[in-house]
């Protein structure tokens, strides 16, 4: 490949191509400039500039650069990704095209850091969470915009964007409080679409086993100097058992317009969900049914200016009616859960650069809110739900207004971050709280680096949390917020056809909440545990072995392990969420072009789980279970050739049996058969 040289003050820079400086990009999000080079499992590797005109010959370096993908100024350098002393993974277009998915929780199931336990398949609902961590301590973004939902996190992934329409994934390992607020309390996950392009028409079409069905059709153009993007998906199937059916229809839409001082982004999401819901929240009732409706817009201007800044506004509102029977309710069961939330957020990101380094700050207010007849406290007048015989006869709202600042110091081979969030939130009478943290990061030489980083967190109770009461569940509105400091280090190393990284974490919980109870004939209740402690590492290898040693070897291998230890105080509760996390995880995965429009994707999922659930067996409760551990390998064989894409893809192919919940059944063996065709115009 080819190499490229910028000079700047007699040093040089090496740009890796696929990493434009979007602010929507997690790591700008962060308020840093970036330039990265994308890998399955990330590494990079940073080396102060002059070291690297120094130490490597760059006619050596097989590299395609695209000088257009970064920023190269004189009065204002740019942070390099690989600077960042966090562990961030990152999945770009090219790998989501190859990985035999059909949807963004089951692609972050092949990064060993995160844990994705499904109730519906192929995007219908999982609960994701990072390193231990349960899935509301988990911050989601749609380009660079917190879309978390504040009712449950059951409710994160349900997206307006389909595979097709995303450029790339990042997530950030271990929390981010002090730059995004509350809810980033174990990770972040950013989920970044692809940007408008050369006029052009998609159409792709998948079928497969249990009647699945999946149709996507996209298209972008531009009006002036207006680009656009818009996209619809709708896919759907009967079911891998009784009741598991579901259709799932979306709509996405971008655009973008760039002047000289700046840049505006505006998008807009749908996404409607039908699905059986088989067990999902308790097997005593099987004939459970759920219908979501998510609707999000957002707005952002980018600046160009010295002095950086990037104002946005942002709205979601999101509509669930949750029918425990699906037909033939008995006498007893009297009215569905409908529950509506409106969140509205706007913010303000700067940052400039000085001698002394790069100053980040900025502030953000959130209204959170939501009208249901089980959530809230009680409404004096009851509101109509639109479209049912039903009200509203609670509610419930909250505000968080937050601010930052941050500075990023250099030193030779030293980078040193310190930052601070301070937070407010409304009624829950804690006052401004403080959240400071630190990076630090040493490069040895351009092969080896060393980051160590500490950050505290906070996490507020969802409104299910604090208020929901079911036949087999009971709120708690005294609960208090989490609280958590935590500490990680580690090396990453780069070297010819090897990469990776290795860090050890360390997270002291207080308050963390969880669903628990002291027998099987208790509702699950959910409590303040007084400490919940974790202890856990993780190592990354990627193998680049074509590169060096010929078409006759895989292009690319990975291996990733896990491993997390969380210690609890002595209790004698029975745990729904929390104490259930994966203690091992191990995944590898290999990428082998066979020729040269041909390519297989295999992928290894070993899964380990602490804790037990309670097993329902023929309409009795029998008692406490251990989690079993088991192994999935999927795999995807891609033919491509210009415009056009056939694969055919194999999910679970040993047909195991497990269980990512108790109770709820996962799928066995998936076959899945697609075709996708491109149009450009010129």
């Known amino acids: 490949m080819k190499k490229s040289r910028v000079k700047y003050k007699a040093q040089q820079i090496l740009s890796f191509k696929k990493w434009g400086r979007k602010s929507y990009s997690l790591f700008l999000t962060l308020n840093r400039t970036v330039k990265i080079s994308v890998l399955l499992v990330i590494y990079l590797l940073s080396s102060p500039a002059v070291s690297l005109a120094n130490m490597i010959d760059t006619s050596d370096v097989k590299m395609q650069f695209d000088l257009d993908e970064i920023e190269v100024n004189a009065k204002r350098v740019p942070v390099t990704f690989s600077q960042i002393a966090r562990i961030i993974s990152v999945i770009d277009t090219k790998e989501i095209e190859a990985a035999p998915v059909q949807s963004i929780d089951e692609l972050l199931e092949y990064i060993a850091g995160v844990d994705v336990r499904q109730r519906g398949t192929k995007g219908v609902q999982s609960d994701v969470s990072i390193r231990g961590g349960n899935f509301d301590q988990t911050l989601i973004l749609l380009n660079g915009v917190n879309i978390t939902d504040p009712q449950t996190g059951h409710h994160n992934f349900n997206l307006p964007v389909s595979l097709s329409q995303i450029d790339r ?27 408008p392009g050369s006029k052009s028409v998609s159409l792709a079409i998948s079928i497969g086993s249990f009647n699945y069905f999946n149709t996507n059709l996209s298209a972008s153009f531009d009006t002036g100097k207006l680009q656009h993007l818009i996209a619809v998906n709708r896919k759907n199937s009967k079911g891998y058992v009784e009741n598991t059916d579901f259709v799932i229809s979306n709509l996405f839409y971008l655009n973008q317009l760039q002047l000289k001082k700046g840049k505006f982004l505006f998008q807009f999401g749908e996404s409607k969900k039908d699905f059986g819901a088989n067990s999902f929240y308790t097997p005593k009732y099987p004939n459970q049914f759920e219908q979501t409706k998510t609707y999000f817009t957002s707005a952002k201007w980018e600046s160009t200016s010295k002095l950086h800044f990037t104002p946005a506004v942002y709205w979601r509102r999101h509509h669930d009616k949750f029918e425990l029977f699906r037909s033939n309710p008995p006498d007893w069961y009297k009215t569905h859960n409908y529950h509506l939330t409106n969140v509205f957020g706007a913010g303000l990101n700067s940052w400039f650069q000085w001698k002394l380094g790069k100053t980040a700050f900025g502030t953000e207010i959130r209204s959170e809110n939501i009208l249901s007849n089980v959530l809230g406290e009680e409404l004096e007048n009851p509101v109509q739900v639109s479209g049912e015989n039903a009200e509203f006869t609670k509610a419930k709202s909250r505000t968080s207004i937050s601010g930052f600042f941050e500075h990023t110091y250099y030193r030779e081979n030293m980078i040193f971050t310190i930052g601070v969030l301070g937070n407010n939130i409304s009624g829950s009478n804690l006052g401004w709280n403080f959240f400071p943290g630190l990076d630090v990061s040493y490069d040895f030489t351009i092969v080896l680096k060393v980051f160590a980083s500490y950050n505290t967190s906070l996490r507020m109770p969802t409104f299910t949390d604090l208020y929901y009461s079911g036949p087999s569940n009971i709120g708690n509105s005294d609960l208090k917020p989490e609280k958590s400091s935590s500490v990680e280090g580690g090396f990453k190393l780069k070297y010819e056809f090897i990469q990776g990284h290795f860090v050890v974490f360390y997270r002291k919980g207080k308050d963390i909440i969880d669903w628990v109870k002291k027998s099987n004939d208790e509702l699950w209740q959910p409590q303040n545990l007084t400490r919940l402690n974790s202890l856990g590492s993780e190592i990354q290898f990627q193998l680049n072995l074509k590169k060096y040693y010929g078409n006759k070897l895989p292009d690319k291998i990975q291996f990733s392990y896990l491993y997390n230890n969380v210690e609890k105080e002595n209790i004698d509760f029975i745990s729904n969420y929390v104490l259930d996390n994966l203690k091992h995880k191990f995944v590898t995965s290999l990428n082998q072009t066979i020729t040269k429009n041909v390519s297989i994707d295999l992928k290894f999922v070993y899964q380990d789980r602490d804790g037990t659930f309670t097993r329902f067996e023929n309409g009795t409760w029998v008692g406490e279970v251990d989690y079993k551990p088991f192994a999935l390998l999927d795999g995807k064989i891609l033919y491509h050739n210009k415009n056009l894409s056939i694969y055919v893809s194999i999910n679970n192919i040993f047909n195991y049996s497990y269980y990512d919940i108790g109770n ?8 899945k058969s697609g075709i996708s065709y491109q149009i450009k115009f010129n």
């Open 169 to 195: 994934i990042e997530v950030l390992e271990g929390p981010a409080a002090r730059v995004y607020g509350p809810n980033a309390f174990s990770g972040a996950i950013n989920i970044i679409t692809k940007l």
């Open 664 to 671: 709820v059944v996962q799928p066995g063996r998936w076959v």
